[in-house]
């Protein structure tokens, strides 16, 4: 099974901030790769799909890149409404495994 | 606007059974594979379960296959998880997810729309 990892686990930054979170996949996923962002009480929102697609009515802020086994979430300028919890994904075929997250706060 | 709303949520003893919901809005729902995805307090997101549009083809996580099963009714646009045998590592709100696809498969797995989630807790 392929195995996802996120770095960091945890970030703080300042509101406009460049802020990078990485995500890196076990074996090579090529570009099956999502993007979540997670808050309490809020329905998770897609932000990137397919490694590096701007998911409809996402800020331009934010995007994605990367291919194989690395990959990046890049928030161009920190927001305060950024604070979240943020899940990389892989996909392929029957396999949907998820990264451990990386929690993003305000310093 | 797309709505996706579970319900169902409850305490629930380890060994017992629940069934969840989730009611969809805003779009085909036939037309579209879901999923079951859900997440333990403290911990990450865990896919569940995943049907396919027309509710032909299911496909569960090794850590509930045995236990849970995913249905749907495309005439009441609901998605359903029963979760027998629950045990205390079950506990976690769970959501029910839009894919972009129909069929599971190569392609399925972008999670275009969630809900908010419903809680059970299995106590021991």
Redesign the interface.
Known sequence: DIQMTQSPSSLSASIGDRVTITCQASEDITNSLNWYQLKPGKAPRLLIYGASNLESGVPSRFSGSGSGTDFTLTISSLQPEDISTYFCQHYDDLAFTFGPGTKLDIK | EVQ?LESGGDLVQSGGSLRVSCVASGFTFSSHAM?W?R?APGK????VS?INGYGEST?SADSVRGRFTVSRDNSKNTLYLQMNWLRAEDTAIY?C?KD?AFR???G??????????TLVTVSS
């Open positions: 996706l999923s995805i997440q990450g997101l865990e896919w995943s496909y959501y997810a972009r599971l498969g190569p399925a797995g972008i999670f275009e729309s969630w809900g908010q989630g």
